[in-house]
């Protein structure tokens, strides 16, 4: 019998693996809606959709290996980075899915939710208020027009997977849509800023580095009353508060 292997849970969604299947949970059918159809329409390597009856869908499990995971080494040369660069730039090139993601949405609404949730933060004493106020400086640069591309909107380095310094395959789209794309370069390399430059060589254009560094701020702030509310540790090394303590 294949072993049951849950490979993350929480309050939102979870997603188990059996063998060599994948089955996603998710009481939110509108987030499969985005995944099944962003999967179906990206230019890279992704899952096999195997079957859907909410609110499950089971997909295909990756060759290869996840590239590493935020807090820990690793596991990619620094050609699996350029090559993960390649990969990312071929997705925003391509033509625009129909809807916006989560990388899309508008500055007006995400510099108020930035506001209240570094307000939260410093009230409830879960940072201190100098490291809000410097990170929330930095995450300003974020907030300025950007052309729409294809965002992953979630692109985590551990839902990137490959072999032999070759991308084999990139999961969990439920956040894809019309987007910044600078938005998915920096979440890729949120607490590895060593590979950077390895990513932007293979991305194949030049960045705006304070946008990149702007978009870690950004994410972290709002990320860590979540993590913590979801049973994470942003707290952990090289997790979401030691990226914002890197800007000091």
């Not at 059996?18 to 159809?37: C, S, T």
């Not at 950077?196 to 702030?221: C, K, N, P, Q």
Request: glycine residues 8%.
């Amino acid at each position: 019998m294949n072993e049951v292997k849950v490979v993350v849970a929480h309050s939102e969604r979870a997603t188990l693996r059996v063998g060599d299947v994948f089955l996603k949970v998710d009481a939110d059918q509108a987030r499969i809606d985005v995944e099944v159809e962003a999967m179906s329409l990206a230019p890279v390597p992704t899952p096999q959709v195997l079957w859907r009856k909410p609110p499950v869908l089971a997909i295909t499990a990756l060759p290869g290996t996840p590239l590493g995971r935020l807090g820990g080494p690793s596991s990619g040369a620094p050609a699996a980075w350029a090559a993960a660069g390649a990969a990312i730039r071929k997705l925003h090139d391509a033509p625009l899915p129909p809807r916006p993601g989560r990388a899309g949405r508008s500055i007006v609404a995400l510099a108020a939710e930035l506001d209240d949730e570094c307000e939260r933060l410093v009230t409830n004493r879960v940072l201190p208020a100098d490291l809000v106020t410097r990170n929330r400086q930095i995450a300003q640069a974020a907030l300025r027009p950007w052309t729409p591309a294809f965002t992953h909107g979630d692109l985590q380095i551990a839902h990137v997977f490959v072999d032999s310094d070759e991308v084999t395959g990139i999961i969990d789209w439920s956040e894809a849509g019309q987007g910044d794309a600078l938005y998915d370069l920096a979440t890729f390399t949120l607490g590895h800023e060593e590979h950077l430059d390895d990513v932007i060589a293979g991305y194949g254009t030049d960045v705006d580095l304070d946008v990149i560094h702007a978009w870690w701020s950004l994410r972290s702030l709002l990320g860590v009353r979540w993590l913590i509310e979801h049973g994470f540790d942003p707290f952990a090394p090289g997790c979401e508060v030691d990226v914002l303590k890197s800007r000091m």
